[in-house]
């Protein structure tokens, strides 16, 4: 199938670090008027920043946010505690600049990319909205597959062609965000599927549910694993059987920037959730990630251990939008910043450590 | 004496956080775009500022952050890893815009203002450098006290006009930085001596001394403790005997921002030790200190728990500067603009919760 092939190909487009960048960016940083290693995680960042960007001192110009929108048919079995209508009007208070990811973003000089991937309406047309619709809302989990193999695949394309789009435009880093009413249902079955924890560890309140709902919550991913049964090695299995659209997108959104060399600074508990289903489609793209935070969202810290990434931020956020990866972009710049345009201690003429 | 009434002129006027102005926050946060919490604490720090600030929708337009230097007799004991030049060397790389808190300040769109205490050197005139220097270094206090009482008010009363003269050029938060090599041994005695923790428990490695290093540093507080005997009950006192006098200054800066209603953002280890002096003589400027990050530095999370701050970052950083709080303004800043900029579920036509 041409789709299975075009994914291949994305996956094997993604490069490993580049070593000898790494190398020159943690030789100058030792050059630098402070202490060596004082400045911490920083230090550490702008040298994996050298390796992914493959320069020795990195530079974060363009700043992208994607938030990608999709529906959940899960939603029936009420584990939200917001209507399903809300998905719709959260993508036009994007489009319009009043969600708290329009605030973040332009704190962090980002642009947001607002994606339609998968909302239960006919979204009116805006100048600023991409279509990648691939139906409208997912199947209910609970009962049977989220979607089909091939709309599994055609979300990760479809997320993949946002980022080759923006590319265009200028991108040096990519953050991920989400907005769908229910979402936090089937990043929780994802995340249960490929680390092979309980549920019950692992589900959260989400925006907001009481414990009947929290209840209701843990039992439908816990028929949604039972009846669907997605093989742990298989991402577009996984995706396909317990996934939604937007989370597919933001799969392949990350797949894109790594075989493109840019950083993805992942979001919270749902875009973790697409960052698993990438590592699993493509183990080479785990280094090119960054986590923003870690999110209140229960699973989360689970999540992140299985990837291995130690968050930046801890600020208790729950939202999601990608306003956790906004926030962390300034530090991802701050540390370019540091390593490029602070002076040596030979340029300063400040004597270094006594010997 | 003039002076201890000036202080406590300056003590007197920090009035209480503004309540009204707290709950008019809190209740619009409710009426926000996405669910009431979501944002954790950029939601609690919006309704903290607000209480500082006394307004519902605080806005921070003039970022400062005063780095502060001074020298430091004990570096004699062998306490630090750089020769005490550094200090004075330190001072002209702020003033050419080439160290860490240089581009980390930019970063945040804040100004630096670069204060000379106490550094032990004539340095050169600047236009940028402000002259606010008690002596040329402090004693060693491991022989007997750091400064006079009278340099100790003094100390703290030319922070604080540092501060008076900053807010006439626009200052909406101040971040709190240092310089002084050698100046995390005095810190530690100050944390040792308000605390009541034993040395060992609070002494790191500052800019990295190795284990030889280490043990003078502890013994060279140990004697300092021994010799001077500090009243934990008095913040002058404690200055004089144990101090500094960019700590000072920082103490005073701390005062005269609580005085005006502009929040603190507190950075590392020296900024801290300068906040346990400030809270010592005025409990009542607590409220109006955000902790900008937990330091690398040993003993910095004693002292946090102690003033009762939780911090906002934890990005292993130790240099000083006001590096941290540089990168944790944004934090603040975020905090505003999200309270002050999203629109509400009423304006966004977004539905509310299911009730």
Redesign the interface.
Known sequence: MQIEKDLQSLIDAIPPLDVTAMEAAASRQKT???????????EQLSVHLAGIMATPRPQIRHKVIVTMAGDHGVVAEGVS???Q??TA??V??FL?G???I???A??AGARVVVVDMGVAADLDLHPDLVDKKVAKGTENIARGPAMTREQALQAVLNGAAVVEAELEKGLDILGTGDMGIGNTTPSAAIAAAITGRAPAEIVGRG??VDDAGLARKIAAVQRALAVNRPDPHDGIDVLAKVGGFEIGGLAGAILAAAAHRKPVVVDGFISTAAALIAVTLAPQVRPYLIAAHRS?EKGHQIMLQWLGLPP????????GEG?GAA?AM??A??AC??LD???TFA????????T
Do not use: C, F, W
């Open positions: 630098l008027t402070k202490p060596p290693g004082s400045l911490g995680r920083l505690a917001y209507p209508e809300v009007q959260m036009y208070n319009h009043g969600a708290a329009n605030v973040l332009r704190h925006t907001g209140q930046l931020l801890d600020l208790d956020l729950r939202l306003t926030l300034h530090i710049e701050a910043k540091v345009e602070m002076a340029e300063a003429g400040v004597s270094d450590r006594n």
